[in-house]
């Protein structure tokens, strides 16, 4: 595959962004251009969406080089100086664009799916956009980043060694039970001298987003970001009969599984020490050493799926557009982030040898393998894609590439392997449950103090839990225990997403257990599309409903139960 990135026909190719100033003339030129034919209104479409391209590009790079190394400050203040000091600049030139696109008579010959949903998301822009917003969404973009780093500072010591969060995770898949509650307790105390600080971060996060909610007219933040993400496929009342359907018809499953994992254990109730470790007395797997041979066995998975994903992959590293090992200092989690100008995206992870590792990296992989095929749409705006289409693609590639694992595994090992995966895919639809139930909470009642925060959250573990776990001694981790979701501080109501396309990624495997190459060539079909048709015709494309009613939800069930079965 070879991957050019297109020629700059608007903006020069040395273009150093590095004030407010440079950009300005670029906004002049479209605001002020005379338009009055269809190809002069599309070449002003196609300038603006190169225009896009570009200032999203150098934010990402930013913030690529800010995650992966959280220490020093010359990055942390290079993002800061883009989202503080250019970003409100930009604001109100955007909704002046936004004026001008909307008012242009040859709107209305675009008739097409793509170019209406592009214009549906420009008037929603039109109507949410308030001047007294541009310096709290400023400083919301400052603080939020705060996150990132105390979390990427917690370590702890064991044994001689300094170990990140996650690689400390790694010994809680230790048989030996005296150190799994070591460690765990270690973890634990990390967790609790960061608690406070965590908690007053969250809480200055909503009084401004709240705020930002009232200046554009809404009652709460959480109608003001259904807007925002342009949430026109379905309603607040469909997530709460999500939450209703998760506890029916998924909770009962988790508890299936982990009652027999009990059984193994011979145990009354989880200790939370023994959540991670295999109850038949088998060491953690381990499908790699680094992320260096990750990517080899994922780029050899690939390819078997499809000859083009693999070169996807092979054109990522090539460019260097891949930072997969843990390391100190680096942000915690894993990402996928599109790069809509060169078209090639960045994989940012924390790999240290596990097998949730490797679900990760397919799970990244997916997103990456979408921006491929989707690089060539003709506007940036048909490539920016909502979280409900976003996760099919790499929600949908962890369980597609399940079997090509054994690029990893034996034959014994593959099969848990998958075991795990579907477990643990069970597993978090109830977290994804609780965390969406949250933030409606958070947000309906933004003047809620931090302990009835945390007794709401202690009721909402109750409500999603199994009820199968000890928490003795340990109540005050379960009250805190949404601090660990990213998503909350950085990107808030992003999460249900996950929940629904996970029960289309489940579609999408259904259909290849029955015909894997119609699966793999339905699922491409709809990545291709990018965003170019509404989600509920992508996701027919990829051969799943939009659907995560309480009737789909039990259908699937009984697919995994009885999936489950042969993997004994």
């Not at 949903?117 to 973009?141: G, H, K, P």
């Not at 988790?254 to 009354?268: A, D, P």
Request: aromatic share 12%.
């Amino acid at each position: 595959m070879n991957i050019q990135k297109t020629a700059r026909q608007f903006l020069p190719e040395d273009l150093a962004i590095t004030d407010f100033t440079v950009l300005s003339p670029y906004f002049e030129n479209l605001l002020s251009r005379e338009i009055s034919t269809s190809s002069e209104f599309d070449q002003w479409l196609q300038d603006r969406s190169e225009l896009d391209a570009v200032l999203e590009e150098d934010l990402a790079w930013r913030y690529i080089r800010m995650s992966i190394d959280t220490t020093k400050a010359e990055l942390r203040d290079a993002y800061t100086h883009f989202v503080t000091q250019i970003q409100p600049e930009l604001a109100p030139l955007e909704d002046k664009l936004n004026q001008k696109l909307i008012a242009l008579p040859f709107v209305n010959e675009k008739t097409d799916a793509a170019h209406q949903i592009y214009f549906r998301s420009v008037r929603t822009a039109l109507d949410l956009y308030r001047e007294a917003n541009i310096a709290i969404e400023a400083a919301l973009n400052e603080e939020a980043q705060q996150y990132g780093a105390i979390s990427a500072a917690q370590t702890v010591e064991h044994n001689g060694e300094t170990l990140t969060m996650q690689q400390a995770a790694l010994l809680l898949k230790e048989q030996d039970e005296t150190l799994r509650q070591e460690v765990f307790e270690k973890i634990a105390s990390v967790r609790r001298t960061d608690r406070q600080r965590l908690d007053e971060l969250f809480t200055s996060l909503i009084e401004k987003r709240h705020q930002l909610a009232l200046n554009a007219g809404f009652d709460n933040f959480r109608d003001y970001k259904f807007a925002a993400m342009g949430r026109f496929d379905y309603t607040k009342a469909d997530c709460f009969a999500f939450h209703e359907a998760i506890k029916t018809h998924i909770v009962p499953l988790v508890k299936e599984f982990q009652t027999e994992k009990l059984r193994k254990l011979g145990k009354k109730y989880f200790k939370p020490w023994d959540l991670d470790v295999d109850p038949e007395g088998k060491p953690a797997l381990k499908p790699f050493e680094n992320g260096g041979q990750m990517l080899s066995g994922t780029i050899a998975m690939f390819e078997r799926i499809d000859p083009y994903f693999g070169d996807c992959l092979r054109v990522m590293d090539k460019l260097g557009h891949l930072d997969l090992d843990s390391k100190t200092g680096k942000a915690p989690g894993g990402y996928n982030y599109p790069l809509y100008e060169i078209g090639v995206p960045f994989i940012f992870m924390n790999a240290v040898g596990t097998q949730r590792d490797l679900e990760t990296m397919v799970h990244e992989g997916g997103h990456a393998i979408h921006s491929f095929l989707s690089r060539e749409l003709k506007l940036t705006a048909f490539k920016n894609l909502p979280s409900e289409v976003a996760e099919l693609a790499s929600m949908s590639m962890e369980l597609l590439s399940m079997p090509q694992w054994s690029e990893f595994y034996n034959q014994t090992d593959h099969l848990r392997a998958m075991r795990e995966q579907i477990e643990g895919t069970l597993k978090v639809l109830p977290w994804i449950a609780q965390i969406d139930a949250f933030q409606h909470w958070v947000y309906e009642n933004p003047t809620h103090s931090s302990t009835a925060r945390a007794a709401h959250w202690q009721q909402l573990a109750t409500d999603f839990g199994t009820g199968l776990t000890d928490w003795t001694g340990y109540e005050d981790l379960v009250e805190s225990a949404w601090q660990r979701q990213l998503h909350l501080f950085e990107v808030p109501f992003y999460y249900i997403e996950y929940g629904i396309a996970q029960l289309g990624a489940l579609g999408v495997w259904k259909n290849s257990l029955e015909n894997y190459t119609s699966a793999i060539d339905n699922y491409k079909k709809a990545l291709a599309l990018g965003y170019t048709e509404p989600m509920t015709k992508i996701y027919e494309t990829a051969g799943v409903p939009f659907d995560f009613s309480s009737e789909r939800l039990q259908t699937l069930a009984s697919f995994i139960q009885n999936e489950l079965k042969k993997m004994n």
